[in-house]
């Protein structure tokens, strides 16, 4: 009986060693497109997450905007309406009975009612409605102004016009949300609010206070609900939220939303 040669030895050793090299690079075919679907399936599942995020975080702010135009309503129409009534019947009485402590009644009144109105206003602002997101943000600035001891400057630059209804009603309570805060917390002797339009719209506000870290406020965990909504709203709006870090002395917020054209 005959051997194999040596030649067919060898031959067999290289189909081995060909078939070994072939099953290797399989295997590692096989790893790394498992690796790739696993990765693909992961990256769905936190676009997914992230998108039912946002539609939740959506869904919340209409919640909210749902139950502040409820309230405001509810201030004007019903509450802000009954002051009026008594008002007139007061107005009556004293009349009748030329009591002077009636009066001093009517100014009480009169300054209920128009905390009423300014309550309203803040919660559910009727020249957003009318007149656009520019009038509502100076009426807002002027409102502000007088009744607080800040002074509050608006700047127009540019036409804003085509924004939608929800998204000039995000723009305003994020401006509402700035403004809010420097008179809080800020310290400050000024603000100044400014709406340009260009490629895209831009709002800055700008004050002359004691200022903050945005970075160790959100490592610190101590992110206040108030900045929590602008951060949130702005994501929801596609728009760019930038802090000013260089500023030496105040805060400068600068929200960037590009424009369709």
Known sequence: MVGPSEYQIALLIAIGTVGMLLLAIAIILFMVMYQKRMIQEQLKRQQLEA????KMMQAELESQEN?????AADLHDSIGGMLAAIRVGISTIGKQTGDPTIEQTKQMLDDTISSVRRISRDLM???LER???VQAIHEMCERFSSTTKLPIHFHEHGNINGLEKNKELMLFRITQE???NTIKHAQASRLDIHIEAADALTIV????????????QQNSGRKGLGLFSIQNRSSLLGATLEFDKERKKGTRVTLTLPLKT
């Open 125 to 127: 602002p009727a020249t």
């Open 67 to 71: 139950e502040r135009r409820r309230l």
């Open 51 to 54: 998108d039912l995020q946002q």
């Open 131 to 133: 007149f656009g997101l």
């Open 205 to 216: 506000a700008e004050d002359d206070g004691i200022g903050f870290n945005v970075t160790e």
């Open 178 to 180: 700035l403004i809010n």
